[in-house]
């Protein structure tokens, strides 16, 4: 198999031209052209950490704080989920579950595997981990629906002092904790993992 590397070419990564190896910016764009990007991994693994410190306190610190009658009740995400079971709403409850719960804590597994995977040698196949990566750039757009159901919320419910609801800290830390994990994925060198294939382990 011959591929653009191995035929001395490079792609560029902002409007997809093609060049020769050795020109080091794009005569379209006029953006750097670098055969691989040698940082990409510590700033993946960067973007993650801060990312897992962010979504810790998204999940210790109430996401909602719900007034009524001058009574203000404050509720965890998980303890959002337990209310909207016991009020029969379990549709909405799965779904904010899978939102705010399994799907950051999956992306956070699969990120961390696929670095660890890609910083020395394997011999996984390589069309699995681009089904990862691809799955992760993909999940990403849809982790910020519990943010957009507090926001909803919070404009909708405000009646004063009877009821309202206002965000509360967490919804912050969760937020954070998206974009960064967004970033993450976004920071991976996809053209390693091809790599495995044809030149054995990316370093």
């Excluded at 967490?170 to 993450?184: D, E, G, H, K, W």
Aim: glycine letters at 6%.
């Amino acid at each position: 198999m011959i591929t653009a590397r191995s035929a001395g070419l490079v792609g560029c990564r902002s409007c997809g031209l093609v060049a020769p190896a050795d020109q080091l910016t794009c005569a379209r764009c006029g953006a750097p052209l670098q055969s691989r990007d040698d940082t990409s991994l510590q700033r993946v693994w960067a973007w993650w950490t801060v990312g897992l410190l962010a979504y810790i306190p998204a999940n210790i610190y109430p996401m909602l704080l719900t007034t009524q009658v001058f009574r203000t009740k404050e509720s965890t995400i998980l303890e959002g989920v337990l209310d909207l079971m016991q009020h029969g709403d379990h549709l909405v409850a799965i779904i904010i579950f899978l939102a705010s719960v399994f799907i950051p804590v999956a992306k956070f597994v699969t990120i961390a595997f696929l670095a660890a995977t890609l910083a020395r040698p394997h011999k996984r196949e390589t069309h699995q981990l681009l089904r990862l990566y691809d799955i992760v750039e993909f999940i990403g757009r849809w982790s910020m629906i519990d943010v957009f159901v507090v926001a909803i919320l919070s404009t909708l419910v405000q009646f004063g002092s009877l009821a309202s609801i206002n965000p509360g800290f967490a919804a912050v830390s969760f937020a954070l904790s998206v974009i960064f994990t967004m970033l993450a994925a976004q920071s991976f060198d996809s053209r390693m993992i091809w790599d495995q294939l044809q030149d054995g382990p990316a370093r």
